[in-house]
């Protein structure tokens, strides 16, 4: 199976930035695509980006030229640069792998006030 462990959220204000980070442990090998999700009160769990074993980067329109996800092999590790942030950007951001498994990390609150 494959541990996830979120860190890096708080409170920020609007057009500031944050980096998210996701630890990932156990059968790491297993891994194809690691991924961001986040989930507003009352909303339902939504897509933000993801990247492939060969880092190729996807977006949701949302958060595109915004946010920037990456991978550090070496420490198994996966981050959310995300800049320019906005209000609406509120909520619980989730780490997601998928492969052999799928694992979810416990989520990390970010918090933009305007």
């Known amino acids: 199976q494959v541990q996830l462990v979120e860190s890096g959220g708080g409170l920020v204000q609007a057009g500031g930035s944050l980096r998210l980070s996701c630890a990932a442990s156990?059968?790491?090998?297993?891994?194809?695509?690691m991924g961001w999700y986040r989930q507003a009160p009352g909303k339902q769990r939504e897509w933000v980006a993801g990247?492939?074993?060969?880092?190729?980067?996807l977006y949701a329109d949302s958060v595109k030229g915004r946010f920037t996800i990456s991978r550090d092999n070496a420490k198994n590790t996966v981050y959310l640069q995300m800049s320019s942030l906005k209000p609406e950007d509120t909520a619980v951001y989730y780490c997601?792998?998928?492969?052999?498994?799928?694992?979810w990390g416990q989520g990390t609150q970010v918090t933009v006030s305007s």
């Open positions: 990247i492939t074993r060969d880092a190729t980067t």
């Open positions: 997601n792998s998928r492969g052999a498994y799928i694992s």
């Open positions: 156990g059968s790491i090998f297993s891994i194809n695509t």
